[in-house]
Structure formats: C-alpha cells, structure tokens
C-alpha cells in the first residue's frame, strides 16, 4: 500500500497538467495583482490595493483549478489502463481509491500553497500591506484555503472514479465546480448583503448558513465568517465522504 502510494505521489508530482497548474495559479494570481493595481491608479490617484484582496483572488478559480488539476492528474489512471494494471498485480481495490483520493488532497494543497506563497511575494511591491488581519487571523486564512482545496481535491479525485476513463468527466466535473462556485456566491448575496439585512427565513435560512459554514466549496474566501473549528469539521466530512464513496464506487466499477 505504501509503496503504491509513494509510487501515485511521484507520479502526480511529475504531472505536467499538476505542474502547469501550479504555474497558472501564480501567473493568475501576478496578473489580477498588476490590472488591479493599474485600474486603482486610474480611479484613485495612486491609492494602493490591500493584501488581503490580493490573497482574496485566489478565491475567484481556486474550485476550478484543482478540479481540473485533479481530474488531468488521475483521469489517464484510467484511460491508459494504470488502475487495470494495478488489479492485475493483486493491489486492493480499496487501497488504489485510497491512495487517489489521498494524492487528490495533495495537488489540492499544493495548488493552494501555490497561490498563498505568489500572493506573499506580491504585497510587497503593490500593496499597502494587511489591514484587516493580524498575523495569526492571516496564517488562520491561509490553512482554511489549504483545507477547502485539499476538500475539493478529495472529492473531484471520487468523481473522477465514477466517470474515470470518459471525457464526460471533464465536462460533470468541471460543470459541477462552476455550479458550486455559482451557489456559493448566490449564498454569500443573499446572507450578507451590502444593505446588511439578512431577508432569508425558514428553511432557506437554515439550508444557507448550513452551506456557508460547513460546505468546503464555500471557504474559498480569505475573510473568514465562521470558527475555524467549523471549518476543519466541514473539510473532515467532505474529505471521509470522499474517502468511503471512492472505495465504495471503485469497488464496483468495471475496470476494463
């Protein structure tokens, strides 16, 4: 098992949809930085843009860049026959969706780690530095997007299990990254509005706050609304759903 991890975990490494992910996230992240500074020149004289809008950006294609990454890394397991491969040497089923899974954390991570380490070495050269966060509260911001990425990782690498070896896997995974990230805003409209009047009740209510404190897919934001606590719950959960339904799914699936 260890050794078939080590083995997944170099090959992800080397990955060159992996690597040239990573590489897009910081040029991204340099990007936004530049046109941003540039635009609040026009508008304000000169007035510099915060860090924390800085490492806010990743926030905008953080869900999309490790979907896609995760599914580039682990989708040729299938379609050139690796997991096939791999059963015929006598690897458990369970043990293959393990070490997936696991792996998914990691380019999850690493792509996030990505993004915080680019945006660091930006502030100071077109930022005013941080304003709203302390050290810590900045440090607790940051793990919170290696955690909600390592989530994301986790369960894009379970969706791939389910349509692995097919190109619909990039269409349904990508569709539901986009979707996700298109409620999570609806979420954040709707419970802090700029009026600063919550308008929601009921169920609706409940189903929100629910989504926005608990959903890893909601936690792509560098100011925090919740406990950390409820964060590391919510990207526990996901991640062991993600775990229990590779194995389930792959235990199954036809491997051809």
Same mark, same amino acid.
């Given at each position: 098992m260890l050794r078939m991890f080590y083995a997944d975990l170099r090959s992800t490494l080397r990955n060159k949809g992996f690597i040239e992910c990573c590489a897009g996230v910081a040029v991204y992240m340099a990007g936004f930085v530049i046109i941003l500074s540039l635009i609040m020149?026009?508008?304000?004289?000169?007035?510099r843009i915060s860090a924390e809008e800085i490492m806010n950006a990743y926030s905008d294609m !953080?869900?999309? #860049?490790v979907t896609a990454a995760t599914i580039f890394v682990?989708?040729?397991?299938?379609?050139?026959?690796?997991?096939?491969?791999?059963l015929i040497c006598g690897v458990k089923r369970r043990g293959i969706a393990a070490s997936s899974v696991t792996c998914g954390m990691i380019v999850g991570a690493l792509i996030s780690i990505s993004a915080i380490v680019a945006g660091n070495l930006l502030v100071p050269f077109f930022s005013s530095g941080y304003i709203s966060y302390t050290v810590s509260e900045a440090l607790g911001s940051f793990l919170v997007f290696i955690l909600s990425s390592m989530s994301v990782g986790a369960f894009a690498t379970m969706l791939m299990m389910v349509l692995g070896g097919t190109k619909?896997?990039?269409?349904?995974?990508?569709?539901?990254?986009? !979707?996700?990230? #298109?409620?999570g805003m609806d979420v954040m409209e709707k419970l802090y509005p700029e009026s600063g009047e919550c308008l929601l009740s009921g169920s609706k209510l409940i189903l929100y706050r629910a989504y926005d404190?608990?959903?890893?897919?909601?936690?792509f934001a560098f100011f925090r609304r919740w406990a950390m606590s409820d964060y590391i719950i919510?990207?526990?959960v996901c991640i062991l759903i993600s775990y229990l339904a590779a194995v389930l799914i792959l235990e199954r699936k036809e491997i051809r």
């Open positions: 020149d026009m508008m304000k004289k000169g007035d !953080g869900i999309l #860049v682990f989708n040729t397991d299938f379609a050139d026959g690796i997991i096939r491969n791999k619909a896997v990039y269409v349904a995974g990508l569709a539901i990254a986009f !979707g996700l990230r #298109v409620f404190r608990f959903v890893p897919y909601a936690h919510g990207s526990a």
